[in-house]
């Protein structure tokens, strides 16, 4: 190899360690392996935001059991009254 090609080779190996050493998996957004997004985590984060926004009127526990029961396939939305109406209750005291 010549001077300049060697020296374009160091420099791309030496970068592509960096990117892979650099590159440590972040929760947010939850990607899995398959580069797809992890939808469970997705939906339990909403259960807990939506726990927080409406306290006891929202049954937190039951949303995150239909998160993993169901695999993420319905997603809460907070301001979507349709995606969390089977998790809140009239919360009677």
């Known amino acids: 190899m010549s001077s300049p090609k060697?020296?374009?080779f160091i420099t791309f190996i030496i970068?592509?360690?960096?990117?892979?050493?650099n590159s440590s998996a972040s929760p947010y957004?939850?990607?899995d392996l398959f580069?797809?997004?992890?939808?469970?985590?997705?939906?339990?984060?909403?259960?807990?935001q939506c726990k927080k926004m409406f306290?006891?009127?929202f049954e937190g526990q039951l949303c995150a059991e239909s998160c993993v029961k169901f695999k993420g396939k319905v997603i809460p939305d907070c301001e979507d009254l349709a995606s969390i109406a089977p998790f809140l209750n009239t919360k009677e005291e």
């Not at 970068?15 to 050493?21: E, K, T």
């Not at 580069?35 to 807990?48: F, H, Q, R, S, W």
Request: net charge negative; glycine share 16%; hydrophobic share 55%.
């Open 6 to 8: 060697l020296l374009i």
């Open 15 to 21: 970068a592509a360690a960096f990117l892979i050493d």
């Open 29 to 31: 957004p939850s990607l």
């Open 35 to 48: 580069g797809g997004y992890d939808i469970v985590g997705i939906c339990l984060k909403n259960c807990a």
């Open 55 to 57: 306290g006891g009127f």
